[in-house]
């Protein structure tokens, strides 16, 4: 793997060793389709492409030196495939803002009405679908696109392609949001029949045939942080 000498990239690294890895290892279902938001150099993609090999894996990732290095890091990967862009609720055109303390993680996506030299044009779960054939979805995603998670959910525009997701692991940006639109995520994936826990930063969204394993992980963790009781 390649890290770059300075920034955020050994923090990412210990991190998702950390406490990624450990939630997938104890994972006892498969994924075989694996959607994958905010890649940045590629640690948690290089987890999931170990664990499940055979799984297609579309990793998107929309800082252009986060992307070149996660493009690097995963080509050994034949079941990864890399988008250098963000992911949105449509197809639109984005700006890219910098992250508070100018680290390589963090960055950030605004969308805008007239493409320029320094946009990008993003990519919705429907039109992923659709350029790699998966007419029958993503059935696992892992999202950390820094608040762009409220646009990805606004409305009932994903109500299609949730369809077929049993699993959601979300970082939730509460302090880039309103609170309706974080009264509005939770009220609409409830909805959709997903119930939550909680995985160190992540908010883990399972079916019903999922939610045993969740739940009683939960607790698990949270018997270990008061000294193994």
């Given at each position: 793997?390649?890290?770059?000498?300075?920034?955020?990239?050994?923090?990412?690294?210990?991190?998702?060793i950390?406490?990624?890895?450990?939630?997938?290892?104890?994972?006892?279902?498969t994924?075989?389709?694996?959607?994958?938001?905010?890649?940045?150099?590629?640690?948690?993609?290089?987890?999931?492409?170990?664990?499940?090999?055979?799984?297609?894996?579309?990793?998107?990732?929309?800082?252009?030196?986060?992307?070149?290095?996660?493009?690097?890091?995963?080509?050994?990967?034949?079941?990864?495939?890399?988008?250098?862009?963000?992911?949105?609720?449509?197809?639109?055109?984005?700006?890219?803002?910098?992250?508070?303390?100018?680290?390589?993680?963090?960055?950030?996506?605004?969308?805008?009405?007239?493409?320029?030299?320094?946009?990008?044009?993003?990519?919705?779960?429907?039109?992923?679908?659709?350029?790699?054939?998966?007419?029958?979805?993503?059935?696992?995603?892992?999202?950390?696109?820094?608040?762009?998670?409220?646009?990805?959910?606004?409305?009932?525009?994903?109500?299609?392609?949730?369809?077929?997701?049993?699993?959601?692991?979300?970082?939730?940006?509460?302090?880039?949001?309103?609170?309706?639109?974080?009264?509005?995520?939770?009220?609409?994936?409830?909805?959709?029949?997903?119930?939550?826990s909680?995985?160190?930063?992540?908010?883990?969204?399972a079916?019903?045939?999922?939610?045993?394993?969740?739940?009683?992980?939960?607790?698990?963790?949270?018997?270990?942080?008061?000294?193994?009781?």
């Amino acid at each position: 793997m390649m890290l770059r000498p300075k920034g955020s990239d050994a923090d990412i690294l210990v991190h998702m060793i950390d406490e990624y890895s450990e939630f997938l290892a104890s994972l006892t279902w498969t994924p075989t389709t694996i959607l994958e938001g905010g890649g940045n150099m590629g640690v948690a993609t290089m987890l999931l492409a170990h664990m499940y090999p055979v799984a297609t894996i579309v990793t998107l990732e929309p800082e252009p030196g986060n992307c070149w290095l996660l493009q690097v890091n995963t080509r050994a990967f034949p079941n990864v495939n890399v988008e250098c862009t963000g992911l949105w609720d449509k197809d639109a055109n984005l700006k890219i803002v910098p992250s508070d303390d100018n680290l390589d993680w963090g960055w950030r996506t605004l969308e805008v009405v007239q493409p320029s030299a320094d946009t990008i044009t993003a990519a919705s779960v429907p039109s992923l679908m659709r350029k790699y054939g998966l007419a029958g979805g993503f059935d696992y995603a892992k999202l950390d696109i820094e608040g762009a998670e409220w646009k990805v959910f606004e409305g009932d525009n994903a109500r299609g392609w949730l369809g077929s997701l049993k699993l959601l692991s979300l970082e939730v940006h509460n302090h880039m949001a309103t609170p309706e639109q974080a009264q509005h995520l939770d009220s609409f994936l409830q909805g959709q029949g997903y119930s939550k826990s909680l995985h160190g930063e992540y908010e883990v969204w399972a079916v019903p045939e999922l939610e045993p394993y969740l739940h009683s992980e939960q607790k698990i963790k949270q018997n270990k942080m008061l000294g193994g009781i």
